[in-house]
């Protein structure tokens, strides 16, 4: 319930899905079936998506997965609409703290980010 009055609450949702199996992790997808139930906790609420992964798609697999998850009728979130994020090779992007060091990987999160605020501003 916690957790659902948090979704509730919030203004927008950042979706950050590492891949799992060619998939999104088991406890990533109760968490969103929790939301699906008792009321649309999720349903047009602005949101995106961000993964990386260590190989080279950057967790696409999982995104597209969750994606389809997403588009239950329970949730359907109102997902920023041409912007994928997929970070591949992570592991070579970051620095011993584990923060991203890769100057086109922060100038590409830093436009999606700006690109999510003016998506944000049109759907409220």
Known sequence: MDFRN?????????????????SIP??????????????????EKPAFIVGSSM???GSVRAQIHLREVLSNPSLSPLLL??????????????????????????????QVVDNFITFYNKTI
């Open 81 to 110: 609409p041409g912007n994928e994020v997929y970070i591949g090779s992570v592991h070579e992007k970051l620095n011993e703290n584990n923060e991203i060091i890769d100057s086109g990987t922060l100038g590409f999160l830093d």
């Open 55 to 57: 190989g080279v798609l």
């Open 6 to 22: 948090k979704i509730k609450q919030a203004d927008a949702v950042l979706f950050a899905v590492p891949e799992y199996n060619y």
């Open 26 to 43: 088991g406890s990533l997808k109760n968490a969103i079936d929790w939301l699906s139930r008792g009321g649309f906790v999720l349903r």
